[in-house]
């Protein structure tokens, strides 16, 4: 099995996006959205083999934020509530994933503070949020919250 193959596999089991249409699901549309919001909202690594590590990140609003956190609406209609074009002020952690072999190399980090830098440019934000799936992505938006200096909020699972 190549990397994609191994990484779509990843994404399947970690987050079961095929049973849950609640959940975004990256496919053409939503990539075309996803770069008319920023280019930077989705990144990877990858070796000769293929990637090794995906990020997606998705610049919105403070009030899509708070809807999202309070469980107002689900992942999907984040995006869909995500106004375009807009000045942004909160950036949703939405994913991240890194082949097992990669792991604990900051390869994640440093893809989604590049990421961050990128949007930052065009976007005060003011609020970083994820969905608490597990430890690792928790460790991870609390890094990110600490490097850039901006509140961390959290959707319980």
Same mark, same amino acid.
């Given at each position: 099995?190549?990397?994609?193959?191994?990484?779509?596999?990843?994404a399947d089991e970690f987050f079961g996006m095929r049973n849950d249409p609640a959940q975004i699901s990256?496919?053409?549309?939503?990539?075309?959205?996803?770069?008319m919001i920023h280019p930077a909202?989705?990144?990877?690594? +990858?070796? @000769?083999?293929?990637?090794i590590a995906w !990020?997606?990140?998705?610049?919105?609003?403070?009030t899509v934020m708070e809807q999202f956190l309070t469980k107002q609406i689900t992942e999907r209609e984040l995006l869909e509530r995500t106004?375009?074009?807009a000045s942004y002020d909160a950036l949703y952690l939405c994913s991240a994933?890194?082949?097992?072999e990669y792991r604990g190399k900051g390869i994640a980090? +440093?893809? @989604?503070?590049?990421?961050?830098?990128? !949007?930052?440019?065009d976007h005060p934000l003011r609020d970083l949020f994820y969905w608490g799936f597990s430890r690792e992505g928790s460790k991870l938006a609390s890094?990110?919250?600490?490097?850039?200096?901006?509140p961390l909020h959290v959707r319980a699972s």
């Open positions: 099995m190549d990397n994609l193959q191994r990484m779509i596999k990843l990256v496919g053409e549309s939503t990539t075309e959205k996803l770069k909202t989705m990144s990877e690594e +990858r070796t @000769a083999e293929g990637p !990020i997606l990140v998705i610049p919105t609003t403070r106004p375009i074009p994933l890194v082949l097992p980090r +440093r893809l @989604a503070a590049s990421a961050i830098r990128s !949007i930052q440019k890094a990110l919250a600490a490097e850039f200096g901006l």
